[in-house]
């Protein structure tokens, strides 16, 4: 069961986060109108700040979809 809590705390965090970073936040929100579906490849890119860079990437399968589509629904979107 889910605590009505922690998914308060959680919406907060994102809040803050979302302000804090609001191009990354449009960013997903373009990217769900282009149609992220199965199939779609995501990379991600991090760099510390010693400036090395890791990147990986994954390919979105049914399942994955399902789960963002549970998370969507736990957001009311």
Do not use: C, R, Y
């Not at 965090?13 to 302000?19: E, G, K, R, Y």
């Not at 010693?50 to 049914?62: C, H, M, V, Y």
């Amino acid at each position: 069961m889910i605590n009505p809590t922690k998914l308060f705390q959680i919406k907060n965090a994102w809040d803050t986060f979302s302000a804090n970073h609001p191009k990354f936040s449009k960013f997903l929100q373009a990217a769900g109108k282009h149609g992220i579906g199965e199939g779609s490849v995501l990379e991600v890119s991090i760099t510390n700040a010693a400036g090395e860079t890791i990147t990986s990437n994954l390919k979105l399968t049914a399942s994955d979809m399902q789960l963002f589509e549970s998370l969507k629904e736990l957001a009311g979107k």
